[in-house]
C-alpha cells in the first residue's frame, strides 16, 4: 500500500491495519462496549443532505475561519489525542508540524509523548493543551503553568472521562502503554518488523508531562481506563473548572459538553468555545453524537461561545454539514492518527490535502465563496 493509494480516511485506516501491531491499532479505531456510539457519530451526518446553490462565482473561495481568538485557515482542526509516539516514531512533532503547514490548530494530550516546551518552541500555529484533572493538584498545576510559560494559546479541559470507558478491544488485546513485553505482544511486534524496529532503537517513548511526578504509563505500564480510573480527580466538579478557567486567563475550553444545560453553564464560567464531543465513542456508549446534538447547543449558545463539532469526521461534506448547522468548527482524532500511523508527517499532510481539497471543492459545489455562506437553509434532513 502507497501513501498515493490514500484517497481518504477509510484508506488510511487500512493502511495503519498493517503497520501497526494489532493491540496499538485497535487502541486507536476501538471505542467503548458496542462501539453503537462511534458508528452514530459518523453515520448521523448521513441523515441530513446538502442543497447547494448554483452559479455563484466561486473562482476564489476563503475556508478560514476565527475559533478561540485564533484564525485557522481551514474550518477542521487536529483534537488531542494521547500516546501519539507509539503509532509513529516522530508523533506529535509530525503532526503539529503537518497543522502548521495548513494553517491550523493542532491540540496535545495531558498524556502526549512530547513536552509541551518542545511543541511551544518548535511549532508556530495555534496550540492547544488538553488538561486532566488529576488527583495530584500540584501535577495539574505544572501542567497549567508549563502551558503558561510555553505560550499556549488555548487549553481544553478534558470532561467527559471522569472515570475510563469500557474499551473492550483493549481488554482483549491486553493493550498497555508502555506495552508490555509478553510472548504475545512480541509476536506482534515481530508480525510488523517496520513498527518494532523504530520502537525499539528510537528515542524511548516518554510522558514528559506526567513523569515527574507518575510512574504510570512512564515507566509502569498501565491501561488507559486504569490510568484515568486511579489517577484523575473523579470529585472535579463545576467549580474546579472554573477556577481552572479564570487561572488560565486565556481561551478556555471545555471538551466533552453535550447537554444544553452543560452548554450554558459553560458560558456561565467563562469558556471560550465548548467541544460537543463524545471523546470518539470512547467513553459512554449509548451517547448522543456531537452532529445530532449540535443544533439545539447552537440554538442556546452559539451567539456566546464558539461551539466545536468533535468526532465522526470522515469527509469534507461533514464539516459542511457541521458548519451549515451552526459550528463555528470541527475536529477530530482519527482522521489524522490512522495517516499518522500509515507515514508519520507525510501521511498526516497527505490527510490534510484530502480533507482540505474535499472542502474547497464541495463548497465549490455548494456555491458558497466563505464559511459565512453556509446556513440551516442548505440543509435539509431525511
Ligand atoms: C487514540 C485516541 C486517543 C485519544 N486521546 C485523547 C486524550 O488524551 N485526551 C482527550 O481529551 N481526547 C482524546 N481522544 C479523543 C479525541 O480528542 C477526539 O475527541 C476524538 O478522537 C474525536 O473522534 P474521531 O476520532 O471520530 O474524530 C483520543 C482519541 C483517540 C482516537
Redesign the pocket.
Known amino acids: 500500500m502507497r501513501l498515493t493509494d490514500c484517497h481518504n480516511t477509510e484508506h488510511f485506516r487500512r493502511f495503519a491495519k498493517r503497520r501497526l501491531p494489532g493491540p496499538i491499532f485497535h ?2 479505531d476501538g471505542a467503548a462496549d458496542d462501539e453503537v456510539t462511534y458508528r452514530r ?2 453515520a448521523a451526518f448521513e441523515t441530513c443532505d446538502l442543497v447547494p446553490n448554483v452559479l455563484a462565482g466561486v473562482e476564489h473561495i476563503d475556508m478560514s475561519v476565527t475559533v478561540m481568538g485564533q484564525r485557522l485557515e481551514l474550518p477542521l482542526f487536529l ?5 501519539q509516539r507509539l503509532f509513529h516514531y516522530d508523533g506529535e512533532r509530525a503532526v503539529g508540524s503537518a497543522a502548521a503547514k495548513f494553517g491550523t490548530m493542532f ?1 496535545i ?3 502526549a509523548t512530547v513536552s509541551i516546551e518542545e511543541i511551544g518552541s518548535s511549532i508556530s500555529t495555534p496550540k492547544l493543551f ?1 488538561l ?1 484533572v488529576h488527583k495530584d493538584k500540584e501535577l495539574t498545576k505544572s501542567m497549567i503553568d508549563r502551558c503558561k510559560e510555553a505560550n499556549f494559546e488555548a487549553m ?1 479541559l ?1 470532561v467527559d ?1 471522569i472515570v475510563g470507558g469500557n474499551r473492550e478491544r483493549d481488554l482483549r488485546t491486553g493493550f498497555t502503554s508502555p506495552p508490555e513485553l509478553t510472548l504475545k505482544s512480541l509476536l506482534s511486534f515481530a508480525a510488523h518488523p517496520a513498527w518494532a524496529v523504530n520502537y525499539f532503537l528510537r528515542e524511548k517513548i516518554r510522558l514528559p508531562q506526567l513523569e515527574d511526578y507518575v510512574g504510570q504509563g512512564t515507566h509502569i505500564s498501565v491501561s488507559v481506563a486504569d490510568y484515568f480510573n486511579t489517577m484523575l480527580d473523579q470529585s472535579m466538579d463545576w467549580k474546579a473548572a472554573e477556577a481552572i478557567c479564570q487561572y488560565w486567563n486565556k481561551p478556555f475550553v471545555l ?2 459538553i453535550m447537554s444544553v444545560d452543560d452548554a450554558r453553564r459553560a458560558v456561565d464560567i467563562g469558556a471560550a468555545a465548548i ?1 460537543v ?1 463524545n ?4 467513553q459512554l456508549d449509548g451517547s448522543r453524537s456531537p452532529f445530532d446534538q449540535l443544533a439545539e447547543i447552537v440554538d442556546a449558545v452559539g451567539d456566546k461561545v464558539d461551539v466545536i463539532c ?4 470522515r469527509r469534507g461534506t461533514h464539516v459542511l454539514k457541521a458548519l451549515s448547522l451552526g459550528a463555528k468548527a470541527c ?5 489524522y ?1 490512522y495517516a499518522l500511523a500509515a507515514a508519520g508527517q507525510a501521511g498526516v499532510e497527505k490527510a490534510l490535502t484530502n480533507l482540505r481539497n474535499e472542502i474547497e471543492r464541495d463548497m465549490k459545489l455548494m456555491g458558497c465563496k466563505s464559511i459565512h455562506d453556509l446556513s440551516r437553509n442548505k440543509l435539509r434532513f431525511r
Request: avoid cysteine; proline fraction near 3%.
Open positions: 487502541y486507536i457519530n459518523t483534537s488531542p489525542t494521547a500516546l491540540g494530550s495531558s498524556l488538553q486532566y481544553a478534558t472521562t471538551k466533552g467541544m464531543s471523546h470518539g465513542g470512547r468533535d468526532g465522526g469526521i475536529s477530530g482524532g482519527r482522521f492518527l
